[in-house]
């Protein structure tokens, strides 16, 4: 859709520029309070299948990813004392706006997911999932805020995602895909910012 992908460039274009001073600051923050890089790039599967880049905030110690789980719960020991603020804020997501202004993702869409779980979607679903550009938010991101939480008091945080998460985030990503229109982004983009208000209040 040409309006979503004008869209989506002008509002991460000016959006990096506004928050630029943000960025600044959470790097700083960032290097003086843990070892390791400003940002935490980790392979992910998006439109078509083919792999990408995903840019975030480093809120966890560095090699998090070689002392764990890619999923990560609230109550996770590798999470650093500004990286909880940066998750619960939602703040770490912000340098995704990158991989949306160079095509790779857009503002609004299933989030992309690593290679293990997407090799786990039924055949017929994963078609559709990966038809689209993967987005910073969706409807599960809105309806699952609290995921990390509820993962927390899971004994086996592996088995419960896959069997309990993710068929609820395939569901919302098959209903978001099926109704697909500029009106339904824009109220996706709405209810994040309302929702995230909220949960920080």
Request: hydrophobic fraction near 50%.
């Amino acid at each position: 859709m040409f309006v979503k992908r004008l869209f989506d460039i002008v509002f991460a274009f000016f959006g990096l520029i506004l928050l630029t001073p943000i960025f600044i600051l959470i790097a700083i923050i960032i290097k003086l309070t843990s070892k390791g890089p400003i940002f935490f790039k980790q392979e992910r599967v998006g439109l078509n299948g083919k792999f990408f880049k995903i840019y975030k905030f480093r809120t966890m110690v560095q090699n998090a990813e070689t002392i764990g789980l890619k999923i990560t719960v609230a109550s996770d020991t590798r999470i650093t004392g500004i990286g909880r603020f940066l998750r619960n804020t939602k703040l770490d997501e912000l340098p995704q706006l990158i991989n949306v202004l160079i095509g790779e993702m857009s503002l609004v869409g299933p989030r992309p997911e690593v290679i293990e779980y997407v090799k786990l979607y039924p055949e017929n679903i994963r078609k559709v999932v990966l038809s689209v550009k993967p987005g910073i938010t969706d409807w599960a991101s809105i309806n699952m805020i609290n995921e990390n939480e509820l993962l927390a008091n899971e004994i086996d945080v592996h088995k419960a995602y896959v069997e309990k998460i993710l068929p609820i985030k395939l569901d919302f990503a098959v209903f978001y895909i099926n109704n697909r229109s500029f009106y339904q982004d824009i109220k996706i983009l709405w209810l994040t910012l309302v929702k995230l208000f909220m949960s920080n209040k």
